[in-house]
T-cell receptor
Framework: QQPVQSPQAVILREGEDAVINCSSSKALYSVHWYRQKHGEAPVFLMILLKGGEQKGHEKISASFNEKKQQSSLYLTASQLSYSGTYFCGTGNAGNMLTFGGGTRLMVKP | DTGVSQNPRHKITKRGQNVTFRCDPISEHNRLYWYRQTLGQGPEFLTYFQNEAQLEKSRLLSDRFSAERPKGSFSTLEIQRTEQGDSAMYLC????????????FGSGTRLTVV
């Protein structure tokens, strides 16, 4: 079952914050976050494991709520370079991922 | 290390023809994955190798698709009797064997079936 991401799209001004959510109907083993720019391959951002931990550094971080079966990606003080499509991927023990439909983020000057 | 390499970058083929794509993963990575992505969608899982063993294959994948990873190094994905619905970006990714770890994706092969 594909995880559900929300919102589907968001437009920000430089310096604004954003939250992207990822919800799964299945128990989560791990959650990955990737960013894909137009015409390029997805780039790995971070991975979260069971335990409700929050990971990340500086302005991009994420949380993982095992009970609610969801993860959130936090983008703080957004920069133009943050523009792209963000995908969450829910992983199993074999590290195989099922990706969500993506959230398109546009940061404007 | 040059990352994950995929060839060709683009492939245009006529319906009914066979096509083969190649993926060279990061040399230390034992896990290799193939995904398919269409415009505006997230990557869709196709198949997974651990070393040379194909451990998982999507149930959505028809018998026209086959993948190999001889000697646990590079991998090939073949599509036989291509259909217009096969048009997509085919992404290869690799990751280390130990524990959950992030994928390194290749730049993909864009297939257009005319």
């Amino acid at each position: 079952q594909q995880p559900v991401q929300s919102p589907q799209a968001v437009i920000l001004r430089e310096g604004e914050d954003a939250v992207i959510n990822c919800s799964s109907s299945k128990a989560l083993y791990s959650v990955h976050w990737y960013r894909q720019k137009h015409g390029e391959a997805p780039v790995f951002l971070m991975i979260l494991l069971k335990g409700g931990e929050q990971k990340g550094h500086e302005k991009i971080s994420a949380s993982f709520n095992e009970k609610k079966q969801q993860s959130s990606l936090y983008l703080t003080a957004s920069q133009l370079s943050y523009s792209g499509t963000y995908f969450c991927g829910t992983g199993n023990a074999g590290n195989m991922l099922t990706f969500g439909g993506g959230t398109r983020l546009m940061v404007k000057p | 290390d040059t990352g994950v390499s995929q060839n060709p970058r683009h492939k245009i083929t006529k319906r009914g023809q066979n096509v083969t794509f190649r993926c060279d993963p990061i040399s230390e990575h034992n896990r290799l994955y193939w995904y398919r992505q269409t415009l505006g969608q997230g990557p869709e899982f196709l198949t997974y190798f651990q070393n040379e063993a194909q451990l998982e294959k999507s149930r959505l994948l028809s018998d026209r698709f086959s993948a190999e990873r001889p000697k646990g190094s590079f991998s090939t994905l073949e599509i036989q009797r291509t259909e217009q619905g096969d048009s997509a970006m085919y992404l290869c990714a690799s990751s280390p064997l130990t524990g959950p770890s992030g994928y390194t994706f290749g730049s993909g092969t864009r297939l257009t079936v005319v």
